[in-house]
């Protein structure tokens, strides 16, 4: 199967091209400004497009992004490229989202201290909220979630 992506506005259509089933939905009215310009994001998710969708989001916002699509991955990439935020997945292959959080977010760093983390998932119980809490996650959306509540969240903290 193939598939082809494309992000214009708000609008996020994902198209087979095999079959030309189109699935076609509408983001939100996220207002889109440099505001992160000069900023670094890692976008941590194993869905591709989801990658893709708040990669070109944020990007047109003004941030460089760098992309992981497993915990291992996402790790190296922090390390070698110093993100000023993680959007990071909570349910990963290789290593899970929690998993990562807890290295990146080590007893020596603090809530609120560089990188931050918005922790994304699919579950919507307590239970992971409270974990990825206590590992020091500075940002926490179930999906699906508005992208302007992301972009509110990622001003919030890189605004300090």
């Known amino acids: 199967m193939s598939v082809e992506v494309l992000y214009s506005g708000s609008t996020f259509t994902r198209t087979d091209t095999d ?35 708040l990669s070109t989001l944020i990007r047109d916002a003004g941030a460089t992004i760098q992309t992981a699509y497993d915990g291992n991955a996402a790790i190296q990439m922090a390390t070698e490229h110093d993100p000023d935020l993680i959007v990071l997945d909570a349910m990963l292959p290789k290593r899970s989202g929690f998993l990562v959080l807890e290295k990146l977010k080590s ?17 919507s119980g307590k239970r992971h909220q409270t974990w990825a809490e206590s590992l020091g996650v500075d940002g926490y959306l179930n999906k699906p979630f508005r992208m302007e509540r992301l972009l509110e969240s990622m001003e919030k903290l890189l605004a300090n």
């Open 107 to 123: 007893p020596k760093r603090k809530k609120g201290e560089k990188p931050f983390v918005i922790m994304i998932t699919g579950n």
């Open 19 to 53: 079959s030309g089933l189109r699935n076609t939905r509408v983001l939100g009215e996220a207002t889109v400004t440099n505001v992160f310009e000069g900023k670094m994001v890692l976008i941590v998710d194993d869905d591709r497009d989801m990658v893709t969708a």
